[in-house]
T-cell receptor, first 115, second 111 residues
Framework: DAGVTQSPTHLIKTRGQQVTLRCSPK?????VSWYQQALGQGPQFIFQ???????QRGNFPDRFSGHQFPNYSSELNVNALLLGDSALYLC??????????????FGPGTRLTVT | GENVEQHPSTLSVQEGDSAVIKCTYS??????FPWYKQELGKGPQLIID?????GEKKDQRIAVTLNKTAKHFSLHITETQPEDSAVYFC??????????FGTGTRLTIIP
């Protein structure tokens, strides 16, 4: 049983560019959450997708957007990249019971470097 | 919103000794408290969690305790081994709200 997978593993972009990160949830999971982890910090919640809709959002600007597909996989898009967007981007999946997500399992992350 | 504080930021213990990491949370409505272990270059791995209707949970050498009145919870690792060396994060959540993480504890096991 494959766990949460993310692609690509590493990515280098230039300021002002746009990036798309991808996540496939663990088998049987229907909820995907995205987190940003700066070096030496804990993960910070970006947003969560359930039933192809953004269910809740953290304190991140509109440059950060996402999508969830019918197969529950998800994408994170970041526009107009800033140097401060350099971080490890983590995807976590879970399954929701009565709309409430259960345990979250993380993927290995995508290391984004903005130069 | 929820705020989670974690202490200590670094911890070194002799192999075979016990390690304790403590977290406090601000939102008394929080009812789910997971702990994650993150090794270098990897994503966080869920190692144990506890819900607000219990005070303690054990899984082999790992245990978590929860004090709802004081709004703090702790991770206990007994008989530590070199492979326990990693960064540990606590987190808190209310209902289906987002997980809020602590700042992490770098645990080093000294052989």
């Amino acid at each position: 049983d494959a766990g949460v997978t993310q692609s690509p593993t590493h990515l280098i972009k230039t300021r002002g560019q746009q990036v798309t990160l991808r996540c496939s949830p663990k088998s049987g999971h229907d909820t995907v959450s995205w987190y940003q982890q700066a070096l030496g910090q804990g993960p910070q919640f970006i947003f969560q997708y359930y039933e192809e809709e953004e269910r809740q959002r953290g304190n991140f600007p509109d440059r950060f957007s996402g999508h969830q597909f019918p197969n529950y996989s998800s994408e994170l898009n970041v526009n107009a990249l800033l140097l401060g967007d350099s971080a490890l981007y983590l995807c976590a999946s879970s399954f929701s019971v009565a709309g409430a997500p259960k345990e979250q399992y993380f993927g290995p992350g995508t290391r984004l470097t903005v130069t | 919103g929820e705020n989670v504080e974690q202490h200590p930021s670094t911890l070194s213990v002799q192999e075979g000794d016990s390690a304790v990491i403590k977290c406090t949370y601000s939102d008394s409505a929080s009812n789910y408290f997971p702990w994650y272990k993150q090794e270098l270059g990897k994503g966080p791995q869920l190692i144990i969690d506890i819900r607000s209707n219990v005070g303690e949970k054990k899984d082999q050498r790992i245990a978590v305790t929860l004090n709802k009145t004081a709004k703090h919870f702790s991770l206990h690792i007994t008989e530590t081994q070199p492979e326990d060396s990693a960064v540990y994060f606590c987190a808190a959540r209310f209902g289906n709200e987002k997980l809020t993480f602590g700042t992490g504890t770098r645990l080093t096991i000294i052989p």
